[in-house]
C-alpha cells in the first residue's frame, strides 16, 4: 500500500462565485479530503502506483482539485468544466490545463486519455441515458488500466431530500426511486451569461443500476463501490480499465 501525503497546504484561497462554498471552510475542506480519500483508497485497491494525468470534471472552483494539485504534484491535471469562470479559476490559482465543456457531450474535445478521472456531483444531476453516456464517455478517456472514480446520489441521499423537501414532485420523485433502480427530477438550471443547462435537476440510483453499467463492458473491472463515501453523503464507484477476461 502507498502512502499518500500532501507536499503542500491545501489552498484555502475561495472565488467569490464559487457556488459549493457557504461561509465556512472546514466542510468545504472536508468534502475535498473525502474526494482524495476515495481516490487514493481505489489507487491502492487497484495496486496503481503511478499516475500522470488527472481530469477533474467538472472541476467547479476547485473544492477537490485544490488537493489533488498537493497529493500529485507530479500529475497533469485538467480541469473542465461548463463554466467558464470556473475553468479559468483553476487555471490561474491551481496551475491546471483548462478544457471548457459543453452542454452537448458529442462536443466536449478533450485531447488525451488520463491516468485517473474524478467525476464528483455530476451524475447526480442527470437523466439515465445521459448518465450511461458520461460514463462511457469517461472509459472511452482512460489509458490502459486507468482508473474512474465517479460519485452518486445513492438510497442515503433520498432521505436527506424527503428531509428538505416535502413538496408533492419530490415525493413523486421518491415514490418512483422506491419501485425502480433510477429517478429524476428536472430542475432549471443556469451558467455563465444565463445559459440554460438542458435535462439538468437531481438524480437518485441504486447500486443494481450503477453495477449494470460495468456489466456491459467487458473492458472494466469494479474496484469498490462504497455508499456515503464523498463528503458522507453521496456513493462513490471506481473501476479500472482492465479487461476482465485478460487472463482466461
Keep these: 500500500m502507498i502512502i499518500y501525503e ?125 448518465s450511461e453516456e458520461f460514463f462511457n464517455f469517461f472509459i472511452n478517456h482512460l489509458e490502459d488500466d486507468g482508473l474512474l472514480v465517479v460519485s452518486f446520489h445513492g438510497r442515503f441521499s433520498t432521505n436527506v431530500v424527503a428531509q428538505a423537501d416535502s413538496s408533492p414532485k419530490t415525493k413523486k420523485m421518491l415514490m418512483h426511486f422506491r419501485k425502480r433502480e433510477y429517478a429524476f427530477f428536472n430542475a432549471d438550471y443556469h451558467i455563465d451569461n444565463d445559459i440554460a443547462v438542458p435535462n439538468y435537476g437531481g438524480s437518485f440510483v441504486k447500486m443494481s443500476w450503477v453495477t449494470s453499467l460495468i456489466q456491459k463492458r467487458e473492458d472494466l473491472t469494479l474496484i469498490y463501490f462504497s455508499e456515503r463515501r464523498y463528503g458522507k453523503n453521496q456513493d462513490v464507484l471506481a473501476v479500472q480499465k482492465k479487461y476482465i477476461y485478460n487472463e482466461i
Excluded at 462565485?17 to 472546514?26: A, G, P, R, S, Y
Excluded at 507530479?74 to 468544466?81: L, N, P, R, V
Excluded at 455530476?122 to 441515458?129: A, C, M, N, V
Design 6 to 130: 500532501p507536499k503542500g497546504e491545501i489552498s484555502k484561497i475561495i472565488s467569490n462565485n464559487d457556488k459549493m462554498f457557504h461561509d465556512c471552510i472546514d466542510p468545504y475542506l472536508f468534502v475535498s479530503q473525502s474526494a482524495i480519500n476515495a481516490i487514493i483508497y481505489a489507487l491502492n485497491m487497484a495496486e496503481k502506483t503511478e499516475v500522470k494525468t488527472i481530469l477533474d470534471f467538472p472541476c467547479g472552483h476547485g473544492r477537490v482539485l485544490r488537493s489533488l494539485v498537493q497529493y500529485f504534484p507530479d500529475a497533469e491535471i485538467t480541469a473542465c468544466d461548463l463554466e467558464k469562470d470556473a475553468v479559468n479559476f483553476c487555471k490561474d490559482n491551481f496551475f491546471a490545463r483548462g478544457i471548457y465543456s459543453n452542454t452537448d457531450i458529442s462536443k466536449i474535445k478533450l485531447d488525451r486519455k488520463f491516468d485517473l478521472i474524478w467525476c464528483g456531483s455530476l451524475l447526480t444531476h442527470f437523466e439515465k441515458k445521459l
